[in-house]
């Protein structure tokens, strides 16, 4: 008899929608299993189990606020059932509100920074902890959404935004060399401006197509731009790239 080959497990936060949603859905068509994140859209991510199913996959939808500690901890332990972790996409996120930031309110701001950075952190270190091989792992690859804005900064429409994903990309950076030597890889995909829900929940749905006459390619980015890139760098092709921060943007 033949054994059936082992898919790797992988965790995608924030999969119910938008980059997520195409991040989880190319991982299943290349053969991973899914560990579908939400935070509250739980018809969203059954509806994307569905279509993960397709592909053979399995998929298993897990509600958790990534900014919590314990939530997180259920969402690796639950993710444990599936076999063991070897993948971990950070892509939850949300830009909230558009301004200066003097007009922006604190509980935003915090939101904001908890989200994109903190939430972050506390599932890089569960992953670390999952996959190291000095705790018992058997290695594996982060790969962490963020943004252009980190580069640019975006003053006048969310600085603290931009302030925490580049705090993502030092954090990609950091732990790449923390934790090559454990077997895991760390990267970072930085989209430009992407067709998702995201800027309709900031109050700005008409953002995007504003944006597209400055984005050299002419064109916003789709989800689907952007998952190829990231199941690429999670993949054994890129076995030996760590520390990236690769922008996938059309130019910008
Ligand atoms: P989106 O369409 O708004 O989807 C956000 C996803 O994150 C949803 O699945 C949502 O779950 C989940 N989420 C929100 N808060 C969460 C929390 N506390 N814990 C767990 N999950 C949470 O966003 P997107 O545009 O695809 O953005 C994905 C990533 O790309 C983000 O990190 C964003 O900063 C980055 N990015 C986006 C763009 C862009 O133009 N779209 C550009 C650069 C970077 P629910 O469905 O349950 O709410």
Partial sequence: MIDAPVRPVTIVTGGSRGIGAAIALELARQ???IVLNYASRADAAALM???IEAFGARCLPV???VTDEEQVEALFSQAATLGPVT????NAGATSFIGDLADTPVAVIRRVIDLNLLGTVLCCRLAARAMGKSRGGSGG?????TSIAAATGSPHTYVHYAAAKAGVETLTRALAVELGPDGIRVN???PGIVRTGIHADAGDAGRVDRAVPGIPLGRAGEPEDIAPMVVHVMSDRASYVTGAVIAVSGGL
């Fill in 31 to 33: 053969g991973h299993d």
């Fill in 49 to 51: 189990a569905g279509r």
């Fill in 63 to 65: 509600r958790a606020d």
């Fill in 87 to 90: 993948g971990l996409v950070n």
């Fill in 141 to 145: 690859a982060i790969v962490n959404i």
């Fill in 188 to 190: 970072a995909v930085a």
